[in-house]
Every structure is written in C-alpha cells, then in structure tokens.
C-alpha cells in the first residue's frame, strides 16, 4: 500500500528552466517530508525538507512546497542544470515504535535535464 | 563527521549460494540501521532496520536475514542466494529522534 506517490516516472527539461517534481500522499498525519536525489549506481543524498507547519522551504535553487489541504508536495528546481539530472525520491517518515521512525518512499521520479 | 561503509561494492554470485553484506557507520553511536534494496526500475524497498545491537525488525518476509553484532555494524545475509535476490542494496542510518536518514554508497548484486 503506497502511502507516497510519485506518479509521473520521469521528466524531461531544458537547462535554465523549472523542474517541478510532484509527489502525493494519502496518510493525512505525516508531518514532515523529504526529498533526496539519487544518481545511478550511488546511495541516495538527502536534498531538502519540509515539516507540516510551513507550506515552503527553499534552499538555494531547490524549493519545496506543500499543501496539506491537497496532501500534495511539490520540489521545484530553479533554474535547472544538466547535474541534476538523477533520480528524486520522496519521503515521509513512519514511526516504528518508540521514538524511532522509517521513511515511506515514493518510487522516484527521474529527471533529465537536457543542455 | 560520521560515514558509512558498505562492502563489497559489487558482487557476482551463483544461485543457491550464501550471501554476506557489512555496512558500517563511523562517527556515532547508537544509530538506527537500516537495509533497502532497490530493484532495476523500482523504488527503494525497506527490507530491515535496527534499533539497537541484537534488534531487527523484518519489512518483508523473504530469503534474505540481517543481524546487528555491534553497535555500528549491520549485515545482511542469506543461505542461499535466488535469481530475485539481484539488485542495489543500501545500508542507511540515523540518529535517534531525527528523520533524515543516510545512506552508504551501496552494494550491486548480481545473482547468476
């Protein structure tokens, strides 16, 4: 049962423009979610965060937004570069017992920037 | 700062064998452990975490097995390894109460 959604499998973009990397979630008790990005053949690098309290972060270029109402999170890339062409994830975590907590994935989103 | 460690980085291994996998963290202690696989084309999939040196906690049931002898050290087996047992393995911490996890450089299995 996917509690994260990352619907589209990949995007392709021009070098300069936006990337906008959607995820969806169905548990309405997350309460923070991450982003990490993943090139081929290397552990995944977490990229940004965001808790339930804010509807933005931003971090350099990388922004993300959320909207609980929607229970949809968005990463915006700006402007893009062909170096972030990878693999993104998103994530939320889910308590385990006690105070400890796994993430959820989504099953990522690749993206192509193209120069 | 603290690193993680996985070994080997690649590993071509028959069908029906054993497997072995070591992650190792250094620079804390007490971190939670975690193992994922992510299969070609596929998400990443959580296949155990560790809380603490002895404690493992299995997502889905499955030919693999994984135990924590120390505190900075997870291992993933099995007995004998499938054709399905093929993919990208990552070994994964965090420090307790925090929810970013991360994660090693991976190890690919290739099962023959």
């Known amino acids: 049962d996917q509690q994260v959604k990352q619907n589209s499998p990949s995007l392709s973009v021009q070098e300069g423009r936006i990337s906008i990397l959607n995820c969806d979630y169905t548990n309405s008790m997350f309460d923070y979610f991450l982003w990490y990005k993943k090139y081929p053949a290397e552990g995944p690098t977490f990229l940004i965060s965001?808790?339930?309290?804010?509807d933005k972060n931003e971090d350099g270029r990388f922004t993300v937004f959320l909207n609980k109402s929607a229970k949809h999170l968005s990463l915006h890339i700006v402007p893009s570069q062909p170096g972030d062409s990878a693999v993104y994830f998103c994530a939320a975590p889910v308590a385990s017992g006690g105070s400890n907590y796994k993430l959820t994935f989504g099953k990522g989103t690749l993206l192509t920037v193209n120069p | 700062s603290q690193t993680i460690h996985q070994w080997p980085a690649t590993l071509v291994q028959p069908v029906g064998s054993p497997l072995s996998l070591e992650c190792t963290v250094e620079g804390t202690s007490n971190p939670n452990l975690y193992w994922y696989r992510q299969a070609a084309g596929r998400g990443l999939q959580l296949l155990f975490y560790?809380?603490?040196?002895?404690?493992i906690s299995s997502e889905v049931p499955q030919n693999l097995s994984a135990s924590r002898p120390q505190d900075r050290q997870f291992i993933l087996s099995s007995k004998k390894l499938l054709l399905s047992d093929s993919g990208f393995y990552l070994c994964a911490w965090v420090p307790r109460d925090f929810y970013e996890q991360y994660f090693g450089p991976g190890t690919r299995l290739t099962v023959t």
């Open positions: 965001i808790s339930s309290i804010k």
């Open positions: 560790s809380v603490g040196i002895g404690q």
